[in-house]
């Protein structure tokens, strides 16, 4: 059994993105094994467990991670993760991968795929509210599949916005208001918050929003109006449900999952999309397991030693 301290190091992103977009697409097919993630509440966070079999890529595996809003007061990521790796045939533990980096990449990933195919604008303003690892993640990703021109940066911390900034030095990157970062084509939401950021008044027709921040119950970013007023997708429903951006208005009644537009895995395969360049589209990600598979037979492919099919 091998160790991989750094799978990401010899990753680039375009194949981030379409492994991920990939994994999805499996997902949209029904054709991996994935069941909802099993949360456990320490200290102040949560770990998950998060099992998968993606059989397109010939791995199977199960994740374990923490998210812990607190630790970068004390020097730690908020997220850490381990991932490990199983023989499909027998079952035998073949790696562990430091996942955390991983992580990062896969959410980016996701985020990025899901504004390939909803939003209809080939250059954008990018606004994010949310300016930590992941939101650098998620922005460098999305510049893959579309050309940024500003990007928009809202954070509780001025000196974490700043910082945002300063790993996009090629584009004109600005410290704004959370009302100002809704003022652009693509809206990308990564908090920790348990209170809606983004009122339903300052989105304008047309916008797209990735909306990532919310993955455990009681979380959310955005308000409940605006999810009835918009087109909604998600990584998978039940996730959703139990613990994406919808978790909150489901279950105080104020949205039903029966308006939820579809999977992004469907939009993946064409059989979904947006229906009108005016409309307002939610991309509701809570993060799957297969994400994690997908990124890391890239990584171990790279690394060698460990034969996988990978498309």
Known sequence: MRYLARPEAELTLPLVNRAVEAAFSEHGHGLVQMPPKLYVTIGTGDFRTMPAYLPSAGIAGVKVVNVHPDNP??????????????????????????????????????????????????????????AGRQAVALARAISVEKEIRTIKVSSRSLSSARRFCKSFPG????????????????????????????????IADGTHI????????????????????ARVFVDDLKQAVHSGEMNVPVASGLYHPDRVAGTIGEVVNGLLGRLKREEITIFDSTGLAIQDLAVAALALKQKGGIELQFP
Do not use: F, H, Q
């Open 210 to 229: 990735n909306a990532m921040g919310a993955d455990a119950p009681g979380k959310e970013e955005l308000d409940p109006a605006l999810l009835s007023r």
């Open 73 to 130: 007061l004390i020097g730690l990521p908020t997220v850490m993760a381990l991932l490990i790796i199983l023989d499909v045939r027998t079952g035998t533990p073949l790696a562990i991968l430091n996942a955390t980096a991983l992580t990062d990449l896969r959410t980016g990933a996701a985020g990025a795929v899901a504004t390939k195919y909803l939003c209809p604008e080939k250059s954008i303003d990018l606004g994010m509210v949310g």
């Open 171 to 202: 584009i004109d990157c600005r410290v704004v208001s959370p009302e100002d970062a809704c003022d652009t084509d693509v809206l990308v939401t990564a908090t920790p918050s348990r209170v809606p950021l983004i009122r339903d008044e300052w």
